[in-house]
């Protein structure tokens, strides 16, 4: 029995003493990488192991370090490894050095790996490796096959994104691009991707908008086209039931809930006009949204409901977005669904995408962002500031909308100013009234009247006379009206003004009159003269913005697109809004800030225009 009990024991503490040994090795791969983990975790379990098994978590701290974009210290991890890894630990290496080579930009043999010894996970990674170095190589055919790869690979929680990316590749392919690409007869993925992007150029043009129809017509068109489009879309559907950008169908027609994989995702309704006059307006705000993602992967997604303002009265979409478990609204977006809204007090929180003059707190938390005329003005004014002028004059048309941007103005202005200064404003009719006034070589004068803060414009009659007094113009106006507007402040002056000359009075102008197909007269005129604009636009060059071809040659929609990119964020920090915060976000719309009024404000990039091309001159700080 003593002999038996020993050879137990012995046995027992064998058993125990290899368990003791290997922990990690049992428990954790360098499959195993968690990306909810960040690199601190996995270097503080490097620290606490030993041989194999700190190995295992140097590979994935590895990882993570580079998702950190933390290079420098993931490549000394790196070199800090045993030169002896088992073959799993060496693919790990491999395709780690590759995600490092792709961020710096540097080359990478793909021969290094071979997919026959890879898992999906691998495989994943390996594709996105390939994907990259086919972009610099500018290879069409295999970023094709790439794509393809990477949606076989996906995990559930990449699908979307994946899907979105593979999309928007396919969408912007020009046709001498498709012709090159080589499609077998038995690639059913592939030519489905093709003739999903023929539906869609086909299809979605857009309903042509003929001078002089009314706005009821206009709509009957837009809906009519929109009809064929959503048809031509669900027969594609028809044909390909088994394709992957099935998914993408209800996105597309804007119809049904963009589902995401992520149970913890918010649930948002968007409510905007997708029928009518304003439904361009509604659709390409649609689109900023439902693609916000794919510029900003790394944020929350959200399962989006999307709901037609113009399909029925708000409190029956509201009642449908509590039914669907709603947790916020994102719209709507014309003021006085904004109003009515406010009105109902539904107890779901709402974004609202317009401002509303009374603000005063309902029983339902409600935010407002808007890509309001007013916001430009106090962002002019703020600017005017920051360039060190005393004595603005605001030339804005006459009607209630000029006047609400010259309160904004010189309520900012007032408490900017230290001494005091005043802001002026001369208001101007439309533009057949300022073209007769400049065919019979009638200028305009630099004289304005003081802007009071009681909206009692009656009292307003004082005016200034010597143009020397003031030191800067601020025009809010549209591309036709500046057109007439500089030339006529010339004539008044009986000489140049204007940032080009040597007269000490510089002109600024707002995003309304930027357009894309100004005139070489008008950036002869406006040679020097500032102008705000949202990044956006400024930045579109940009590698990594992807707009939408129904969108790129208009600045207007352009603005109505980062509206919707920005509100997608937003709603991501909900939140966040209901105190002032300074800073909050670098938007596409501008540089983002809350006041305490849970009201979101822009600050815009400001810009020059130089004869012959528009070039950055400054950002607002």
């Not at 909308?401 to 100013?417: C, E, I």
């Not at 009292?459 to 007439?484: C, G, K, M, P, Q």
């Not at 956006?536 to 129904?550: E, F, H």
């Not at 105190?579 to 976000?585: G, T």
Request: charged share 20%; net charge neutral; glycine share 4%.
């Amino acid at each position: 029995m003593n002999i038996k009990r020993s050879l137990y024991t012995i046995l027992i503490l064998a058993l125990l003493t290899f368990l003791a040994g290997c922990p990690s090795n049992l428990s954790k791969r360098t499959s195993d990488f968690d990306d909810s983990k960040d690199s601190n975790y996995y270097l503080s379990k490097v620290e606490s192991s030993s041989g194999n098994a700190k190995t295992n978590w140097q590979l994935l701290a590895v990882r993570a370090l580079i998702q950190e974009n933390k290079i420098s210290q993931a490549n000394k991890l790196l070199s800090s490894l045993p030169s002896e890894l088992n073959s799993e630990q060496q693919i790990e290496k491999t395709l780690s050095q590759g995600e490092i080579a792709v961020k710096t930009g540097k080359g990478f043999k793909l021969a290094d790996l071979s997919i026959n010894e890879l898992n999906n996970s691998q495989l994943f990674r390996y594709y996105t490796i390939k994907l990259a170095i086919d972009k610099k190589n500018k290879n069409i055919n295999a970023q094709v096959q790439d794509y393809i790869e990477l949606g076989k690979y996906a995990s559930k929680g990449q699908q979307k994104q994946i899907l979105s990316s593979t999309w928007s590749f396919f969408n912007k392919l020009r046709v001498d691009q498709i012709r090159k690409i080589t499609v077998s007869a038995d690639d059913i993925i592939l030519q489905g991707w093709l003739e999903l992007n023929s539906v869609y150029q086909k299809n979605n043009k857009g309903a042509a908008k003929p001078q002089g129809e009314n706005s009821e017509i206009i709509g009957t068109n837009e809906q009519n086209q929109k009809e064929l489009f959503t048809q031509a879309i669900q027969d594609w559907a028809t044909r390909y039931p088994n394709h992957p950008a099935i998914a993408l169908v209800s996105m597309l027609t804007g119809e049904q809930m963009l589902t995401v994989a992520d149970a913890n995702a918010k649930k948002v309704a968007l409510l905007l006009p997708l029928n009518g006059s304003s439904r361009v307006f509604g659709e390409t705000i649609r689109q900023g949204y439902i693609d916000a993602i794919k510029y900003y992967p790394q944020e929350p997604q959200q399962n989006i409901v999307v709901l037609d303002t113009t399909s029925g009265a708000l409190d029956t979409l509201i009642q449908q977005a509590k039914e669907q478990k709603v947790e916020l609204i994102v719209g709507p977006l014309l003021k006085s669904d904004v109003n009515t809204i406010k009105q109902l007090a539904p107890n779901i929180p709402v974004l609202a995408l317009n401002k509303i003059d009374n603000k005063n707190a309902s029983s339902a938390k409600m935010c407002f962002f808007a890509l309001s005329p007013e916001d430009e003005a106090i962002d002019a004014a703020n600017h005017l500031f920051s360039e060190n002028k005393v004595k603005p004059l605001l030339l804005v048309p006459q009607n209630e909308l000029g006047k609400r941007v010259a309160q904004s103005f010189a309520k900012q202005w007032s408490q900017l100013s230290v001494n005091s200064s005043q802001a002026y404003v001369q208001y101007f009719g439309n533009t057949k009234s300022l073209s007769d006034s400049m065919n019979n070589n009638i200028g305009i004068k630099l004289v304005g009247s003081p802007i009071v803060l009681n909206d009692d414009y009656a009292n307003s009659t004082s005016s200034v006379s010597n143009s020397s007094d003031f030191d800067a113009i601020y025009i809010y106006s549209s591309y036709d009206e500046l057109t007439l507007l500089k030339p006529m402040l010339d004539m008044g002056a009986n000489k140049p003004i204007g940032n080009s000359s040597k007269n000490g009075i510089n002109i600024y102008s707002s995003s309304k009159s930027h357009v894309t197909n100004a005139s070489n007269d008008f950036y002869y005129d406006l040679n020097q003269t500032q102008y705000a604009e949202i990044p956006l636009i400024i930045n579109q060059s940009n590698a990594t913005i992807d707009l939408p071809s129904n969108i790129q040659k208009d600045y207007s929609l352009m603005r109505f697109y980062a509206m919707g990119v920005d509100a997608w964020r937003l709603a991501n920090r909900f939140n966040q809004l209901n105190s002032h915060q300074s800073d909050l976000l670098d938007g596409m719309t501008g540089r983002l800030s809350t006041t305490d009024g849970c009201e979101v404000i822009r600050s815009l990039s400001w810009q020059q225009y130089t004869y012959g091309a528009s070039t950055s001159n400054s950002e607002n700080q």
